[in-house]
């Protein structure tokens, strides 16, 4: 057990509809992560916050967007969902921004399937 | 940007031989990661490395470092059925702690 919580752990729903995922990072991480893993395009980062700012993005879709809140949850949110949207959803977090072992610990995942 | 090469993407052994995962990076990378990740589960942290020439040892598992080649290896020494996993190696950089992370290489021991 990492210390990431997730929900929910599996998720299903229509195309065109709107989920949140939810991430609760360790105890004292300050830095959250959010990653997709799917088979066809493998395990990719798709934004960072640390302390309740955004630090970095990768290829998240503008349909996609996250937050992390004053008590550093975070949430994920995916709005008009596509049949290809379909993946695990990873959430990781760290102590640090950037710098030193920057070692990230993973959440179980949230499994998403659009029908 | 960081692109991180695995290889072989699969890899089937007997149990009680060894044999190493390659991990190849496009740019320097402060750090590499190696993750281990069982179906459907999460992404278990195995080893950080941290400088040119780091070697981590865990067990049966051993990963190594060199920043000039820019070439990381997970070592299984006497492969034990336990250890059927897929394993990802990953980078990142100084100014960005995103992760880049490689294919992952399936790894199937067998009796």
């Known amino acids: 057990d990492s210390g990431v919580t997730q929900t929910p752990k599996h998720l299903i729903t229509a195309t065109g509809q709107r989920v949140t995922l939810r991430c609760s990072p360790r105890?004292?991480?300050?830095?959250v992560y959010w990653y997709q893993q799917s088979l066809d395009q493998g395990l990719q980062f798709l934004i960072q916050?640390?302390?309740?700012?955004?630090?970095a993005k990768g290829n998240i879709l503008e349909r996609f967007s996250a937050q992390q809140f004053p008590d550093l949850h975070s949430e994920l949110n995916l709005s008009s969902l596509e049949l290809g949207d379909s993946a695990l959803y990873f959430c990781?977090?760290?102590?640090?921004?950037?710098?030193?072992?920057?070692?990230?610990?993973f959440g179980p995942g949230t499994r998403l399937t659009v029908l | 940007e960081l692109k991180v090469e695995q290889n072989p993407l699969f890899l089937s052994m007997q149990e009680g031989k060894n044999y190493t995962i390659y991990c190849n990076y496009s740019t320097t990378s402060d750090r590499l990661y190696w993750y281990r990740q069982d179906p459907g589960k999460s992404l278990e942290s195995l080893f950080v490395?941290?400088?040119?020439?780091a070697v981590k040892q865990e067990g049966r598992l051993m990963a190594s470092l060199d920043t000039k080649a820019r070439l990381s290896t997970l070592h299984i020494t006497a492969a034990v059925h336990d250890l059927s996993a897929t394993y990802f190696c990953?980078?990142?950089?100084?100014?960005?702690?995103?992760?880049?992370f490689g294919t992952g290489t399936r790894l199937q021991v067998t009796l």
């Open positions: 990953a980078g990142d950089t100084g100014t960005a702690s995103k992760l880049t």
């Open positions: 490395l941290l400088s040119n020439g």
């Open positions: 990781a977090s760290s102590a640090a921004s950037a710098g030193g072992r920057n070692e990230q610990f």
């Open positions: 105890s004292g991480d300050l830095s």
């Open positions: 916050y640390y302390n309740g700012e955004e630090r």
